[in-house]
């Protein structure tokens, strides 16, 4: 019986991750101009990391993750996204020591128990900035800009940016206690889980994605109204920097975000046209976090993308990455042992000058070699038989004009570079 994936995981094709390659170099160019730089952490980390730092009322700490003891008897957990890790990183490695701000992003796998569908999957990947060290509303401002000019430049159309602020534990505490004489008689209504989350985070409710919590929800109180004078300054100061960079947005008053560790500022960028799961960025301010985790008040603020649903967006109105995969040579053998033996000391050469190389291994005949180099989109062809081998010199082929040549082996390489 054959041994499939896994569920709700991919594979990734050569067609595919050369498309995955240069989204991520668009990445890691974008980062050096916005000045962020890589950081890489452990694929699973301590449980405890996550339950502090996402939050023990989250989806994703109650239902969602890969959680299991190792030979040493320590609960370990598969990360189920990054920004956790990135601080315990900030605070274990004294980053904070360096001068600040700390400007940092991560590339890689996360993993959640989550019901596959379409845009969700068990392995997925994201991409993601950290700003450790400031309060600004600048930083903010920043995040989301990465984010927007990103979109913009992979030309993904029909965007909107939700914006929010969830306030501060001091003006929070009032919010809650509106939250929750607002849900109170509706109480016996709402699903397990925010009945659950009724004493422990009424923030929660508003992210239920139950259409019957989501209809209690929708004439909820407006944390707007509560919000403390730093809050409502901080908002006011994020969004006029939002319209001084011409980044247009719609302030969404019930938008909290999947994760308990968010303050003040609150974020999504949706994409309509890929369905139910529309959200293909999101982040915010967590001003609390890495003090939640152990370490001094520091201020931070980040977001995550899905790779994943950048290719959905784009499949969805009908766009591609385009790569270029054509092969700059392909040697064909014509001959015995001494002509195998030269093309394969010329493709050495070649390769190290940085020119992508192919030839045949297979003894094809030279009809066939001739279909693969077309089938590969070379663009030179360079001829070795007996006879080449014996006069010192092999034929190059243009293959989309059809000139050839004959020359010295030693002057293919240069030919080819300037050609």
Not at 158 to 187: E, I, M, T, W
Not at 225 to 241: I, P, R, S, T
Not at 311 to 323: C, H, N, P, S, T
């Amino acid at each position: 019986m054959a041994i499939n994936r896994p569920r709700g995981t991919n594979d990734f094709l050569p067609e595919d991750t050369a498309k995955w390659q240069a989204v991520e170099e668009l990445l890691r160019g974008m980062c050096r101009s916005y000045g962020f730089q890589e950081i890489r952490t452990p694929i699973f980390e301590d449980t405890d990391l996550f339950c502090r730092g996402v939050g023990a009322t989250t989806d994703i700490v109650t239902k969602e993750m890969y959680t299991f003891e190792d030979h040493g008897g320590r609960s370990v957990t598969l990360r189920p996204e990054n920004t956790a890790s990135a601080c315990r990183a900030f605070l274990e490695n004294k980053l904070y020591g360096l001068v600040q701000p700390t400007k940092l992003y991560y590339i890689g796998p996360m993993f959640r128990y989550e019901k596959p569908q379409a845009g969700r999957f068990r392995q997925f990947h994201q991409f993601g900035l950290e700003i450790f060290g400031t309060s600004a509303p600048a930083a903010d401002a920043e995040i989301i800009a990465f984010a927007w000019d990103l979109y913009q430049r992979l030309g993904i159309q029909g965007l909107v940016l939700k914006l929010n602020s969830v306030g501060c534990p001091k003006c929070r505490a009032a919010y809650r206690k509106a939250l929750q004489d607002y849900f109170h008689p509706h109480l016996e209504t709402l699903c397990g889980s925010c009945r659950d989350r009724f004493e422990r985070n009424p923030l929660r409710i508003l992210d239920c994605k139950s259409e019957i919590c989501q209809g209690i929800g929708a004439d909820a109180p407006k944390i707007q109204d509560y919000l403390c004078e730093d809050c409502a300054g901080h908002f006011e100061k994020v969004q006029n920097l939002l319209h001084a960079a011409e980044i247009p947005f719609v302030i969404d008053p019930h938008m909290v975000r999947g994760l308990d560790y968010y303050t003040k500022t609150a974020f999504e960028i949706q994409a309509g046209a890929i369905g139910a799961q529309s959200a293909v960025c999101g982040g915010g301010r967590y001003d609390g976090l890495i003090q939640e985790i152990g370490g001094d008040p520091t201020p931070g603020v980040g977001f995550a993308l899905g790779i994943e649903r950048i290719f959905a967006a784009l499949q969805a109105q009908g766009d591609d990455i385009e790569v270029s995969q054509d092969l700059n040579v392909y040697i064909l053998v014509a001959g015995g042992v001494e002509a195998s033996a030269a093309a394969f000391r010329l493709a050495d050469q070649l390769r190290r000058a940085e020119l992508s190389v192919e030839m045949d291994y297979a003894d094809k005949s030279f009809k066939a070699q001739m279909k693969a180099a077309n089938r590969l989109g070379a663009a030179m062809a360079v001829i070795i038989g007996d006879d080449e081998v014996k006069s010192g010199c092999a034929t190059v082929k243009d293959m989309e004009s059809g000139e050839q040549c004959s020359l010295p082996f030693t002057e293919i390489k240069q030919y080819i570079l300037e050609r």
